[in-house]
């Protein structure tokens, strides 16, 4: 009967360190597939925040076509854009002003031109005078 028990015994501890290590797999396993779920709840969180602020720019964007396609904003483009007027509108001239040519339609002679041109301000002709005057070679 003791040679029973001693014979059974390494058998008993084999089982014991298999199970051990069963159960620490599964415990490494059970620590990965938290992580994971942590991982995939931060990701679904910061989808989420996204999914938010699209929502309140969509709003944003459905307030703003309401107002674009509105009588209101378009009758105040046609006022202050196009020139055009309601009947019953009061127009004001004002007189003693000439309205400013846009200076890209603007033709230039080639004497305003040259007008225009000026030499830049750090090789002014004054400069020159002066250093040609220190060296003696002024005219």
Do not use: C, H
Request: net charge negative; hydrophobic share 40%.
């Amino acid at each position: 009967m003791k040679r029973d028990r001693s014979e059974s015994a390494p058998l008993l501890r084999l089982g014991t360190i298999v199970g051990l290590l069963l159960l620490l797999l599964f415990f490494l396993n059970y620590l990965d597939r938290v992580n994971e779920l942590v991982t995939i709840q931060g990701s679904v969180s910061a989808m989420e925040r996204e999914i938010e602020l699209a929502e309140q720019w969509n709003l944003q964007l459905k307030n703003d076509l309401g107002y674009y396609a509105s009588r209101e904003y378009v009758e105040e483009i046609a006022r202050s854009e196009l020139g055009y007027m309601q009947p019953g509108d009061d127009v004001l001239v004002v007189l003693g002003t000439e309205p400013e040519a846009d200076s890209s339609t603007q033709t230039l002679s080639p004497a305003q031109v040259a007008a225009s041109m000026t030499e830049p301000a750090t090789f002014s002709r004054a400069w020159w005078q002066l250093w040609l005057d220190r060296l003696g070679l002024s005219r």
